[in-house]
């Protein structure tokens, strides 16, 4: 059993950064590649981007492409969303999941994560 809790979200002007964090607060994040998702209000939830069990590995959205980078420390059970040039059509809750992996260079996909976290609100202004 993995708990997911991400943090780091808030208010931020257009072109701005933030940096968001997936701390797990049970269990251990090494076995599972992680992702990051969206979801505006409205919205259908969207993949913003994934990463190894590793870190070795890394894919983006289109829309987030050269703007946002995922990266991790299994070390701190963490993951991490830098998100730069933010743009108000990134405004979203955010949220992280895990997906369980035998491989260390496996990428997650977009669905048939194992576990979820409560997401964190980020808001950008123009």
């Known amino acids: 059993q993995v708990q997911l809790v991400e943090s780091g979200g808030g208010l931020v002007q257009a072109g701005g950064s933030l940096r968001l964090s997936c701390a797990a607060s049970r269990g251990t994040i090494s076995s599972y590649a992680m992702g990051w998702f969206r979801q505006a209000p409205g919205m259908e939830r969207e993949f913003v981007g994934g990463?190894?069990?590793?870190?070795?590995?890394?894919n983006y959205a289109d829309s987030v492409k050269g703007r946002f980078s995922i990266s991790r420390d299994n070390a701190k059970n963490t993951v991490y969303l830098q998100m730069n040039s933010l743009k108000p059509e990134d405004t979203a809750v955010y949220y992280c999941?895990?997906?369980?992996?035998?491989?260390?260079?496996?990428?997650?996909?977009?669905?048939?994560?194992?576990?979820w976290g409560q997401g964190t609100q980020v808001t950008v202004s123009s």
């Open positions: 990463i190894s069990r590793n870190g070795g590995n890394c």
């Open positions: 999941a895990a997906m369980f992996r035998y491989s260390d260079s496996l990428l997650p996909g977009r669905d048939g994560y194992n576990y």
